[in-house]
């Protein structure tokens, strides 16, 4: 039987999700809530015309619902997530999961003693061109990935549509852009052992939490890192870039170049793969990632598995980028695990 999903917070990433549900197999999207009812109505008819729930206490009330997908500003994910695993809910939350370890713990606590899943939406995980970076370093093409880096470029509007990332508890760069950077590091790398970072005081975008910030991470591997992030790209496209270098080669992924390269593909030197030391192109699908997200959970519930990213894996994000504020506002280098 599919997962009946309701949707909470009918927002900007709501036209992506809702979709995708759709989509999907095994998930079937049941409702929509949205604190601002009239999100939640045009969204519903625009998209098979679900039940549109007009409270929350609704939602949790409804036996129709199997899951919920959290999709509301950073500092209610917590409240909104403790509630519905209390209700049999399963789980599914935007990134970052929460906005403090107390608050990861509690979640996941949660939804261990209701026996419901837990899922983080880390979705550049589920990208296909991710994907083939991870197959490439995972079958050994590059060799040891020894230093990595990743650059995240977005404009203030990413802000200015988003009022709640400019001065609430949870908003900033590191929070809402960064820790995808450190998610997908930390999938193909392993657990970080030391963070130091520096966040951009010269503020672009009128915001009291972090715009801008640069941060180094330690892997226990030993493998190093570089992640410089911001919301201050006031001309130029929006870009994001990964790039990963082994001992034997290296690869790069920069899926949001687009203005001038659309699909641009992956960029690879493998000696081993290729016989010669040369940049080579690897192309890959175009599929939303937020399709085959919720097609990898819904696999796993119907295989009675834990979810592809778990709470977990949502708190080891967020553990590093509280150890960056830490080592931004302390001026030093950070070890893991906080205390
Ligand atoms: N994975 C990605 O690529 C990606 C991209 C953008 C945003 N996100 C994440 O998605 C989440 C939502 O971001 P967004 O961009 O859609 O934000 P948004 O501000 O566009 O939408 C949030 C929605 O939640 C509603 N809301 C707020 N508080 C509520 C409450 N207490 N009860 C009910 N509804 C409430 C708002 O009315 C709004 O419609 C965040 O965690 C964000 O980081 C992820």
């Not at 470029?153 to 900033?172: H, K, M, Q």
């Not at 593909?265 to 080579?280: A, F, M, Q, W």
């Amino acid at each position: 039987m599919s997962v009946r999903v309701a949707v909470i917070g009918c927002g900007a990433i709501a036209r992506a999700h809702v979709p995708a549900i759709r989509g999907a197999e095994n998930v079937e999207l049941v409702g929509l809530f949205d604190q601002d009812l009239s999100r939640a109505r045009e969204m519903a008819s625009q998209h098979g015309n679900p039940r549109v729930y007009g409270s929350w206490r609704e939602v949790l009330d409804d036996p129709q619902v199997d899951c919920v997908d959290l999709l509301l500003p950073h500092n209610a994910h917590h409240q909104f997530a403790v509630e519905a695993a209390a209700a049999g809910k399963h789980i599914m939350v935007e990134k970052p999961i929460a906005t403090s370890l107390a608050e990861c713990d509690d979640m996941i606590a949660a939804a261990e003693r209701n026996r419901v899943a837990l899922m983080t939406c880390h979705t550049v995980l589920f990208e296909p061109g991710a994907q083939k970076v991870e197959e490439i370093i995972r079958s050994g093409q590059i060799g040891d990935v020894y230093m990595a880096q990743t650059i995240g470029l977005e404009g203030p509007s990413t802000v200015s549509v988003r009022p709640w990332l400019a001065n609430s508890r949870g908003g900033g760069v590191l929070m809402a852009q960064a820790i995808h950077q450190i998610y997908f590091l930390q999938h193909l790398l392993g657990p970080v052992a030391k963070v130091s970072s520096v966040i951009g005081k010269r503020k672009i975008v009128p915001m009291t939490t972090d715009d801008t910030c640069l941060a180094l991470l330690e892997f226990q591997s030993g493998a190093v890192a570089e992640i410089t992030s911001t919301f201050g790209q006031t001309v130029g496209p929006y870009s994001r870039g990964t790039y990963f270098y082994g001992s034997e080669g290296y690869v790069s992924y920069q899926p949001h170049n687009t203005a001038l390269r659309p699909n641009r593909p992956l960029e690879v030197v493998s000696e081993k793969t290729y016989g010669d030391r040369e940049l080579h192109e690897v192309s890959y699908e175009q599929e939303s990632q937020f399709k085959r997200m919720w097609q990898a959970f819904g696999a796993a519930m119907a295989a009675g598995q834990p979810p592809p990213v778990t709470g977990q894996d949502g708190r080891a994000a967020i553990e590093v980028v509280l150890a960056a504020y830490r080592s931004a506002d302390e001026g030093r280098t950070i070890a893991l695990p906080l205390t």
